[in-house]
């Protein structure tokens, strides 16, 4: 994890250089060094010590789930039976096992987990809450909602806040 120093180091150089890649985690540095006003040379440089601080955790292909057959989005909401560090572990390590759960939050409020599920369909999902999550030895209650429509998906961070502050 970057130090508080390292962190505060970072220049308008360095939150450019991020925002590019997160658009395009495949520029190569010719392209990036384009984008960003610096040389390919320093735009590696700047690129490996970000990688090697952590900052940059590592790249990777968005691919379109419709395009692929897997249509259903929905949102889970889990309450568990009782609260322990144990069960906290059993439900994370379940979660982590089920590759259709593509994102697994803990909360404040009325859930204790709201999960990202993403399936062909609705019997798939079906399956998963009845026969995976419902049977969970620490899991009280489930609710599920279906996403209709997405009105925003990016996974981009506010770098452009991180300039103002």
Same mark, same amino acid.
């Given at each position: 994890?970057?130090?508080?120093?390292?962190?505060?180091?970072?220049?308008?150089?360095?939150?450019? *250089? &991020? %925002?590019?890649?997160?658009?395009?985690?495949? @520029?190569?540095?010719? =392209?990036? $060094?384009? +984008?960003?006003?610096?040389?390919?040379?320093?735009?590696?440089?700047?690129?490996?010590?970000?990688?090697?601080?952590?900052?940059?955790?590592?790249?990777?292909?968005?691919?379109?789930?419709?395009?692929?057959?897997?249509? *259903? &989005? %929905?949102?889970?909401?889990?309450?568990?039976? @009782?609260?322990?560090? =144990?069960? $906290?572990? +059993?439900?994370?390590?379940?979660?982590?096992?089920?590759?259709?759960?593509?994102?697994?939050?803990?909360?404040?409020?009325?859930?204790?987990?709201?999960?990202?599920?993403?399936?062909?369909?609705?019997?798939?999902?079906?399956?998963?809450?009845?026969?995976?999550?419902?049977?969970?030895?620490?899991?009280?209650?489930?609710?599920?909602?279906?996403?209709?429509?997405?009105?925003?998906?990016?996974?981009?961070?506010?770098?452009?806040?991180?300039?103002?502050?």
């Amino acid at each position: 994890m970057p130090s508080s120093q390292e962190i505060d180091a970072l220049d308008q150089f360095d939150l450019k *250089l &991020l %925002a590019a890649l997160e658009a395009d985690g495949g @520029l190569t540095n010719s =392209e990036l $060094a384009e +984008k960003v006003g610096l040389s390919a040379s320093q735009c590696s440089r700047r690129r490996i010590r970000l990688e090697e601080s952590g900052v940059i955790e590592g790249y990777s292909a968005r691919l379109n789930a419709a395009r692929l057959g897997i249509g *259903l &989005l %929905a949102l889970v909401q889990v309450s568990m039976t @009782l609260h322990s560090k =144990e069960n $906290a572990k +059993k439900f994370t390590d379940f979660v982590n096992a089920v590759d259709e759960i593509q994102e697994a939050y803990a909360l404040t409020g009325d859930a204790d987990y709201l999960l990202k599920v993403v399936v062909p369909d609705l019997k798939d999902l079906s399956r998963i809450i009845n026969d995976l999550i419902l049977p969970h030895a620490s899991v009280s209650h489930v609710k599920s909602s279906i996403v209709l429509t997405t009105l925003k998906d990016s996974h981009r961070l506010p770098l452009s806040a991180r300039s103002r502050a």
